[in-house]
């Protein structure tokens, strides 16, 4: 993608509730990947979920799931039964094609609350 | 298996200190990245490598800073000389040649006075 934009720089949640992340970009490619990171206190980046644009089906990792839609250019992510240990930064990143480079949204800080 | 392994975890040093970062990114994958992660600029890819060879460093800031990727395993990150506006987080990550998602180190915390 050539840009990603992530809108909430902060989101709470309650404990064992579900909550939403966006996700917005902009490509001119036809086939292109999104993936979401997480970056706990530990500052360890981890890929939490992928999706392959040409798949229809939404992505699911146990309690992690992605809302896809293609036309309106929104890729959010969705944790069920929220935990304690999913607090963390959540971005969103997609590769340009060409270079390789990966393009990152500025995050989304998330805070469970117990 | 491991992952992408980076050394040392954390590094003070003092202005003007030549500072080297280290990587081991995990075995089989053919691509090497190195970011840079602050507070005001989040997220910057420095330079990134395909098969041990430089493909971009347009995101490297100035020429104080070197990477290199003798062999297939290995890759260093060299700041010479050092500022305390290089103080930041650096990545590591790598990708093999049949995906695009990239697998990143634990950083490493590098803080100049």
């Known amino acids: 993608a050539q840009t990603v934009t992530q809108s909430q720089p902060e989101m709470s949640v309650q404990e064992a509730e579900t909550v939403t992340l966006s996700c917005t970009y902009d490509?001119?490619?036809?086939?292109?990947?999104l993936f979401w990171y997480k970056q706990p206190p530990s500052r360890q980046m981890i890929l939490v979920i992928r999706q392959e644009a040409y798949k229809q089906q939404n992505a699911t990792e146990n309690r992690f799931s992605v809302n896809f839609q293609k036309a309106a250019k929104s890729f959010s992510l969705k944790i069920s039964d929220s935990q304690l240990g999913d607090a963390a930064m959540y971005f969103c990143a997609s590769p340009n094609f060409g270079n390789e480079k990966l393009t990152f949204g500025t995050g989304t800080r998330l805070t469970i609350i117990p | 298996d491991a992952g992408v392994i980076q050394s040392p975890r954390h590094e003070v040093t003092e202005m003007g200190q030549e500072v080297t970062l280290r990587c081991k990114p995990i075995?089989?994958?053919?691509?090497l990245f190195w970011y840079r992660q602050t507070m005001m600029r989040g997220l910057e890819l420095l330079i990134y490598f395909n098969n041990n060879v430089p493909i971009d460093d347009s995101g490297m800031p100035e020429d104080r800073f070197s990477a290199k990727m003798p062999n297939a395993s290995f890759s260093t990150l060299k700041i010479q000389p050092s500022e305390p506006r290089d103080s930041a987080v650096y990545f590591c990550?790598?990708?093999?040649?049949?995906?695009?998602?990239?697998?990143f180190g634990p950083g490493t915390r590098l803080t100049v006075t």
């Open positions: 990550a790598s990708r093999s040649g049949t995906a695009y998602e990239q697998y």
């Open positions: 490509t001119s490619e036809s086939d292109y990947y």
């Open positions: 075995s089989g994958h053919n691509s």
